[in-house]
């Protein structure tokens, strides 16, 4: 079952989708932002705009937080959609073929409706609160797999080089547990490959609210969880930043990071 909702939010990821394809059978130029790793290009911006454009037909009156705008609208409307037009940047740009698009709908703060689309595998990962979890047209419903059994994924918080100690002194520790880790440069994509039962654990000590708006949903109607380091609950209707853990129930508790 899909609402008409999330079928709209599935087009619009489509056609940021598109963009995105097309764009990588070129040279991809890119821009600095905060630091030597922090990429832009104009891509990034041309698919927000395209998103941005495309939900605000379909749905008038609606709020955004995005990535690329740098503006944020206090939204007084009933939902926010909060954007990541292009989740993995540096794997774009490096033609590494391993990033999408990710949108949130947010609703009372909380999460209502996520899709997060690969368009080089096609993939569309999509989920609405109570709904459940679907990847393409299969129910995702993860198994409750220990560290033991599955992979662990983390993200290096490449903008955040106070960090690195603790990130990789966390992925030392946590390489101990599992039977193996992985760096893929989408925390979106890392998010959702949790639900889909790819890895038992993700982890990154800082991500913005549209890195983990849509994943979070997607985690969490597949049977998971995703939480802040410690346990503390994600702030999904402010651009805010956070640590991020999410994991099948079994990898969370024994991940030393609640
Ligand atoms: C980044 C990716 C990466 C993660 C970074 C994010 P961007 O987003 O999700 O995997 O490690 O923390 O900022 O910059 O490619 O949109
Ligand atoms: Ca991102």
């Not at 999330?6 to 059978?25: D, F, L, N, P, T």
């Not at 939902?79 to 540096?90: E, H, K, R, S, Y």
């Not at 893929?184 to 708006?213: H, K, N, Q, T």
Request: proline share 3%; aromatic share 10%.
């Amino acid at each position: 079952m899909k609402s008409e909702m999330i079928s709209q939010m599935m087009e619009v990821a489509r056609g940021c989708g598109q963009i995105i394809r097309k764009a990588s059978e070129e040279r991809i130029g890119a821009d600095i932002k905060s630091s030597f790793r922090d990429l832009v290009t104009k891509y990034d911006v041309q698919v927000q705009n395209y998103a941005i454009g495309q939900l605000s037909e379909r749905f008038p009156g609606a709020g955004f937080i995005g990535e690329e705008s740098g503006e944020y609208e206090q939204a007084e409307s009933a939902l926010t959609f909060v954007i990541d037009p292009i989740d993995g940047t540096a794997n774009f740009v490096h033609h590494y073929q391993h990033s999408c698009t990710s949108i949130g709908c947010i609703r009372d703060g909380k999460p209502l409706a996520a899709v997060v689309y690969d368009p080089f595998l096609d993939e569309m990962f999509r989920a609405e609160k109570g709904q459940g979890a679907y990847l393409n047209d299969r129910r995702l419903r993860m198994e409750d797999l220990p560290l033991s059994e599955g992979l662990v994924l983390f993200g290096s918080a490449p903008y955040n080089p106070e960090l690195t100690e603790e990130t990789f002194r966390n992925l030392r520790s946590l390489f101990g547990k599992c039977q193996d880790v992985r760096q893929s440069g989408s925390a979106a994509l890392d998010l959702c490959y949790v639900a889909a039962g790819r890895a038992a654990l993700f982890f990154e000590s800082i991500l913005s609210v549209w890195d983990y708006a849509a994943g979070a949903l997607i985690v969490e109607e597949a049977g998971g969880r995703c939480t802040a380091f410690g346990g503390n609950t994600l702030v999904f209707d402010r651009p805010v930043k956070s640590s991020v853990l999410a994991g099948t129930p079994a990898s969370v508790a024994e991940s030393g990071l609640l």
